[in-house]
Every structure is written in structure tokens, then in C-alpha cells.
């Protein structure tokens, strides 16, 4: 039994405490815990990733689609638009995070997901027929309020160290996804003059098609939040209050707590929710830039529109490997903020190597360790703060402030990425490696205050216990 310390109050609540589920195991549970996990793990990541893939495609459809023509189609060479097509997609992005969670919340996390899919992938089909400049930031600009709650989701199914590597599994198979549809543009852009259209567009069509198939099977396999997992007859009432008793002995906050303006501001107060925010940022900002301009660097060593493509596909098959492996770590010794520094450092080596190096082969080496560190640092940033806050509401602050942040980071990249600095790119390169450095400041910052925090907790020294409940420790 422990207690929890709710932050709108300071007061102690025994009535939230729970029993231990080791004993609820062995009394009434009738399938072993890696079991039911395993279960959950099936069901949960494959669909969630296949949602999640939905908007890499988009960063990686764009950068394709540009170097199969429609940058000549639309006039997107002339001064910054197609730097402000991708802009445009985030400005509502930015905003959208936390009305996406709580509609998650409200409406079902089927219902709400694969509407926002199936919206997606209508619009991005839409993309194939635009004739104009102006249609596709109108598009893009749609694009911007289809957010999806993924994350949040993952975070509220799983106890603290396990968490990393399911985050980094659905992200991973969505980055694959990613990998995979630069091949996949390549055949595409074969048909060109099919129908009368262009091959960029087809890429569209045939990807918007798609995306609208996957939301539709989506709707029939995402499972909801524990508490209603059972009513939908995917986890039996024992199994769901399992899952639970699980989750609320590791952080204490299995059971979801109101969400109110008050308790919203309250959240803003916490500095670390923008400590995780800004790593958050720091770490997809490369991570667009590889997406949106691997392309057009990789075009500019000497090589064919389609074969940069292809070309683009091995950097983001290898950072799979790269970053799965390291979240294995991460969750194997449970901990996080080396695992985050050992990235930001590789990003920042392949950045550098890309800017600067003056043989080709070299450069496109630079790519891989940079997309390496970038997509690996992404789930280890969320993991991070997954494991260091609780409380459901709060987990939904922090996630949709993460999101926010996230899309600034896609502006920078957008922004940062001159048109006048193609193909090299330099002032690019060197602001996402910056950020980098900004990782590791931020990094040792929250190193230094969880430490000193997990110290005084030990010694009984803290007013009141870390993050309301006694016996929490911050994950370093």
C-alpha cells in the first residue's frame, strides 16, 4: 500500500492506494504477465506505427514528389515556396497537440485516430490533382490539424521501463515505413504520363489511397485506454484490472484524473515539461531535414532524380537498427539520459561530416550516422519524459506540448534550409547541429536536478515527495 499526494491539494488520499500486482499474479491472475504483454504489444504497436508511418510518408512524399517534377509543375523554385508549403503544415500543428489528446479521450481512441487518418489520406490524394502553389499550402495547411495522440496512447499502456522500446518499436516500423516509400516513389514515378498525369502525382494519389485503406482497418484493431480495454472485448475484465494495478503500482496514476484549466496551468508551471519539450525539438528538427532535403543533397553528389530516392531509403533502414538497439539499452539498464547524449553526439558527427567532408561517399556516410542519432534520439526524448512525470492529465500536457515543440522544430527545418543554400545546405546543417549541443546542455541540466531530487528523497529531505507520490524516483 502507499500513498499518493495530489498536487491540487497537497493532501494525502489513502483511498487511491492499490494492492501490489505481484500478489494479484499469483491469486487471481489466469495468464502469466509476458503473456498478456506480449498481447497487448501485437495489438497496440503494428496499427499505432502503421498511423504514425502516415506522417513521415508525408515528409518523405514531399521531398520526392519535388525532385520528380512538381517543383517545376508548381513554380516551387521561385523564391521560398516550397519552403513555405512546408511551414504552413505546422503553424496548426503547433496547436492542435492538446485538443487532439482530449478528444482522444472524449470520443474513443478508434474513433478519433482513424478519423483523423482517413481525413489525412483523403487530403494528401488530394495533393495529386493540385495545378497550383497555393492549392498545396492550402492542403498542407489541412494536414496541419491531423494530429494523432499515438504517444500518448503507448504511455498510458505500459509501465515506466518498458516504455522506450515499445515507443521506439512503433515509431521504428513507422520510420521503415518512411524508408520504404522512397522505393515505393521511385516505381511510382514510372508512371508517369498514365492517365495524363505526372508521376509526382500518382505518388500522392497512390499513397493518399492507401492511407485511407490502413484508417479504415484501423478503426476495427486499435484498442482503447486500460480502464475500457475490456468493454470492447479485447482483454477480459481481470486481464484489464491486471493492467491497471500494474500501472498503478509503478507511477501511481492508472486511474485518469480531470483534466481542468487550473490543472492545466499548474502543468505549464513545470519546468522540465519544457526542458522534455525543447529536447523533443531539438532532436525532429534533423529529423524533417533528412526527410525533406536527403533528396535534393543526395541529387546534388551527381546522381538521377529516381536514384536519389533510392538512395535515400539505406540512411533510414540503418537508423532502425541503430535506435532500437540503443532503447533496448536504455530499457535493459533503465536509464535515459546517456543514451540521449550518446545520439545527440553521433547526429551532430554525421552532420558535420555532410556539411563539411569534400568527397561524396564521405557525406552520404554523414547521413547515416545523422538519421541514426536524430530518429533514435526520438523515441529516448519521449521515453524520457514517459518515465520522469505522472498523472494522466499531466502526461497529456506533456505530450502535447512535446507535439507543439516538435512541429517548431519542423518549421526550423523548413526555415533553416534555404533554397539559396542548396544543395549543401551549410546554414542548415549547422542549426540542426546546434540543437544538438542544446540536448546536451538541457540534458545535464535535468541530469543535475533529477539526481539531486532522487538524493534528498532518499535522505527524507523533500518537502513533498517527487511528483506527489511517495517512494517515485526520476529515471536518470
Known amino acids: 500500500m502507499y500513498k499518493i499526494y495530489l498536487y491540487e491539494h497537497d493532501v494525502v488520499h489513502d483511498e487511491l492506494a492499490l494492492p501490489r500486482p505481484k500478489s494479484y499474479i499469483n ?61 504552413v503544415f505546422f503553424i496548426a500543428h503547433i496547436f492542435f497537440g492538446l485538443p487532439s489528446n482530449i478528444l482522444l479521450c472524449k470520443v474513443g481512441t478508434a474513433n478519433w485516430l482513424a478519423f483523423i ?22 492542403c498542407r495547411a489541412i494536414l496541419g490539424f491531423c494530429g494523432a495522440g499515438c504517444v500518448y496512447l503507448v504511455s498510458c499502456w505500459y509501465v515506466r521501463y518498458e516504455v522506450q522500446k515499445r515507443l521506439a518499436a512503433f515509431y521504428l516500423f513507422s520510420v521503415n515505413v518512411g524508408g520504404i516509400s522512397n522505393v515505393l516513389a521511385y516505381g511510382l514515378m514510372k508512371m508517369e504520363g498514365i492517365g495524363g498525369m505526372r508521376g509526382w502525382q500518382w505518388i500522392f494519389i497512390i499513397e493518399g489511397f492507401a492511407i485511407q485503406v490502413i484508417a479504415i482497418a484501423a478503426w476495427f484493431i486499435i484498442i482503447d485506454f486500460p480502464d475500457k480495454a475490456h468493454k470492447k472485448g479485447f482483454l477480459t475484465k481481470n486481464d484489464a484490472d491486471f493492467i491497471e494495478r500494474r500501472i498503478q503500482e509503478d507511477r501511481g496514476d492508472a486511474v485518469p ?40 543533397i543526395v541529387k546534388s553528389m551527381g546522381y538521377s532524380a529516381g536514384v536519389a530516392n533510392l538512395l535515400s531509403a539505406p540512411p533510414v533502414f540503418v537508423a532502425v537498427f ?9 530499457d535493459r539498464y533503465r536509464t535515459r539520459a546517456p543514451v540521449i547524449a550518446a545520439q545527440a553526439i553521433i547526429c551532430f558527427t554525421g552532420l558535420m561530416i555532410t556539411a563539411y567532408h569534400k568527397h561524396n561517399t564521405i557525406r552520404y556516410i554523414g547521413i547515416f550516422l545523422g538519421s541514426a542519432g536524430c530518429q533514435g534520439n526520438i523515441p529516448a526524448v519521449l521515453a524520457y519524459q514517459s518515465n520522469n512525470i505522472r498523472c494522466q492529465s499531466k502526461r497529456s500536457v506533456g505530450t ?51 539526481t539531486r531530487a532522487n538524493r534528498k528523497s532518499a535522505r527524507g529531505t523533500l518537502q513533498q515527495p517527487i511528483e506527489g507520490l511517495e517512494g517515485f524516483k526520476y529515471t536518470i
Open 322 to 330: 541503430s535506435a532500437f538497439s540503443f532503447a533496448w539499452l536504455g
Open 27 to 87: 491469486e487471481k491472475h489466469p495468464t502469466s504477465e509476458k503473456i498478456l504483454i506480449r498481447k497487448i504489444d501485437m495489438r497496440l504497436l503494428p496499427i499505432l506505427g502503421a498511423l504514425y508511418a502516415i506522417s513521415l510518408v508525408d515528409r518523405v512524399n514531399v521531398a520526392n514528389a519535388r525532385v520528380a517534377g512538381m517543383e517545376q509543375d508548381l513554380g516551387l523554385d521561385v523564391g521560398s515556396r516550397y519552403t513555405t508549403a512546408l511551414l
Open 400 to 450: 502535447a506540448l512535446q507535439m507543439g515543440f516538435g512541429a517548431i522544430g519542423g518549421i526550423i527545418a523548413s526555415s533553416a534550409f534555404r533554397e539559396v543554400d542548396a544543395p549543401r545546405y551549410l546554414n542548415g546543417l549547422w542549426a540542426t547541429a546546434g540543437l544538438q549541443l542544446l540536448v546536451l546542455v538541457l540534458l545535464g541540466g535535468t541530469t543535475f536536478a533529477f
Open 257 to 296: 484524473d480531470a483534466l481542468t484549466w487550473r490543472v492545466f496551468g499548474k502543468h505549464l508551471l513545470d519546468l522540465k515539461l519544457w526542458a522534455f519539450a525543447l529536447m523533443f525539438m531539438s532532436t525532429v528538427t534533423p529529423a524533417y531535414a533528412f526527410a525533406y532535403f536527403t533528396p535534393i
Open 117 to 138: 487518418a482517413f481525413a489525412w489520406g483523403t487530403v494528401m490524394l488530394g495533393q495529386g490533382f493540385v495545378t497550383s502553389y497555393q492549392a498545396l499550402a492550402v
